[in-house]
């Protein structure tokens, strides 16, 4: 039996160094894909972000980023 994770969207008003910048060049690395006419699953890349934020947020809380 697999549990299901519910994982809800960090919010950007509590970003600061690293995880800032990674979300404002991932912000406009989206917006640049979006509009370059090629296909881009949205959903994948907000799951993939989300990820590496979470990540990058335990590492920034550890002290390591």
């Given amino acids: 039996m697999t549990a299901e994770l519910e994982v809800k969207p960090l919010s950007t008003s509590e970003l600061q160094g690293p995880s800032q910048d990674f979300t404002d060049y991932?912000?406009?690395?989206?917006?640049?894909?979006?509009n370059s006419g090629e296909p881009i699953e949205e959903d994948e890349y907000?799951?993939?972000?989300?990820?590496?934020?979470?990540?990058?947020?335990a590492l920034e809380d550890e002290g390591y980023a």
């Fill in 46 to 57: 907000r799951e993939a972000m989300e990820m590496t934020l979470r990540r990058l947020r």
């Fill in 26 to 34: 991932c912000e406009a690395e989206f917006e640049r894909r979006r």
